[in-house]
Nanobody, 128 residues
């Protein structure tokens, strides 16, 4: 079973930037769609972004478009979530997720149920 480990979270002022990383174990990482979700206190977990196995296609939640960039390095089994212009409302635990099911060329995986493995999460706190 693939294991996911997130890193890069922390405390940042509004307007600042962070880059989150998610490292995956296993030798078939390049076959999988990867995603990020986040959960703020008292709220449901929500979709942030997803990336196709090759990295050629990405998908973002509307509120993250233009501020968040998702990329991957298949040689390092790692995905990166670059976040800029952070806002206090971005404060949440950020979770990396992996989908092991077959990818048919269209990335449309917004729901938690679309993913099969999850990391433990990394806290991002944006102060005003």
């Amino acid at each position: 079973q693939v294991q996911l480990v997130e890193s890069g979270g922390g405390l940042v002022q509004a307007g600042g930037s962070l880059r989150l990383s998610c490292a995956a174990s296993g030798r078939t990482f390049s076959r999988y769609v990867m995603g990020w979700f986040r959960q703020a206190p008292g709220k449901e977990r929500e979709f942030v972004a997803a990336i196709s196995p090759s990295g050629g296609s990405t998908l973002y939640a509307d509120s993250m478009k233009g501020r968040f960039t998702l990329s991957r390095d298949n040689a390092k089994n790692t995905v990166y979530l670059q976040m800029i212009s952070l806002k206090p409302e971005d404060t949440a635990v950020y979770y990396c997720a992996l989908r092991t099911r077959t990818y048919y060329g269209v990335i449309h995986y917004y729901n938690q149920a679309d993913y099969d493995s999850w990391g433990q999460g990394t806290q991002v706190t944006v102060s005003s």
